[in-house]
Nanobody, 123 residues
Framework: QVRLVESGGGSVQAGGSLRLSCGVS????????MGWFRQATGKEREGVAG???????IYLDAAKGRLPITRDNAENFLALQIDSLKPEDTAMYYC?????????????????WGEGTQVTVSS
């Protein structure tokens, strides 16, 4: 059974930091593209960061530099560090896995999704 379980969300003030985590089981995540997406209320789900099996990373332009993504293939673990949080970062954050060796933010490529962890940033 495939499971992606996110954790680490919460309510913080602008300027703060959070570290989101995603535990992966049931898929060979070491061969997959692993990504983080977010969806704010009333908006489309958008890709935030992705990392492929070679360690190549992609980022949402608006978030580049603030949301480093890391993965630990041995532990089947994915993390997203969010620094200098802004109110516009408020969203549900989802971990996702795509069965391909390279990453993009095309949602249809991602076969597995977690249930999400909420991030709320107050000004």
């Amino acid at each position: 059974q495939v499971r992606l379980v996110e954790s680490g969300g919460g309510s913080v003030q602008a300027g703060g930091s959070l570290r989101l985590s995603c535990g992966v089981s049931g898929v060979p995540s070491s061969t997959y593209c692993m990504g983080w997406f977010r969806q704010a209320t009333g908006k489309e789900r958008e890709g935030v960061a992705g990392i492929d099996k070679y360690g190549r990373k992609i980022y949402l332009d608006a978030a580049k530099g603030r949301l480093p993504i890391t993965r630990d293939n041995a532990e089947n673990f994915l993390a997203l560090q969010i620094d200098s949080l802004k109110p516009e970062d408020t969203a549900m954050y989802y971990c996702a896995a795509a069965p391909q060796s390279w990453c993009s933010f095309v949602r249809d490529l991602y076969e597995y999704w977690g249930e999400g962890t909420q991030v709320t940033v107050s000004s």
